[in-house]
């Protein structure tokens, strides 16, 4: 496992970003959450070595622990992303939304029916934000789906959105 930060920092969108880690994590360290910025990470997956091989390895990639991969600010960044991603292919990369109804208007031209190498997975926390953003995420063209119930803020009952889902993880 290996994780890609290309960008860092967010702003709360959600019931559960209440107990976000990122916010947490870095009120500890006195980093301002709120300041959206490119890493220097940014490049990470096709940075090779000297004899040409990638540096970072086949793996499984956790992309954007430190954002959420569709926050409005890193649009223009976005299209390089997905060209790396794209580019090894060798790799399976996995991100989590709380902005999945940004979904369409963030995927590249050739995203067709989804790219073999991506997992997206939907963050929900409550009933509320489970039929809004699962009702979006049930009719995406994603190859592989998650639906991640975190912070979990009270029962919640998502059957009707479980088709196509490959697993459901809460918290």
């Not at 989590?96 to 991506?118: A, H, M």
């Not at 979006?136 to 009270?154: G, N, S, V």
Request: charged share 30%.
């Amino acid at each position: 496992m290996t994780s890609w930060n290309p960008w860092r920092g967010c702003k709360r969108c959600s019931d559960g970003c209440k107990y976000c880690y990122i916010h947490a994590g870095d009120k500890k360290r006195k980093i301002d959450t709120s300041n959206i910025i490119l890493t220097k990470d940014f490049d990470k997956p096709i940075r090779k070595c000297k004899n040409g091989n990638y540096k970072m390895k086949s793996s499984l990639v956790y992309v954007c622990f430190q954002s959420d991969f569709l926050i409005e600010e890193m649009d223009p960044y976005r299209n390089e992303v997905w060209k790396m991603i794209k580019e090894r292919s060798d790799c399976m990369f996995l991100f989590l939304t709380k902005r999945i109804q940004r979904f369409e208007q963030c995927i590249p031209e050739d995203w067709s029916d989804g790219y073999e190498n991506v997992i997206v997975g939907c963050t929900i926390e409550n009933q509320k934000n489970a039929d809004f953003k699962l009702s979006i995420f049930k009719d995406l063209k994603i190859k592989h789906k998650y639906i991640i119930a975190q912070p979990l803020l009270e029962q919640i009952n998502i059957e009707k959105y479980l088709e196509n889902i490959e697993c459901v993880i809460a918290g």
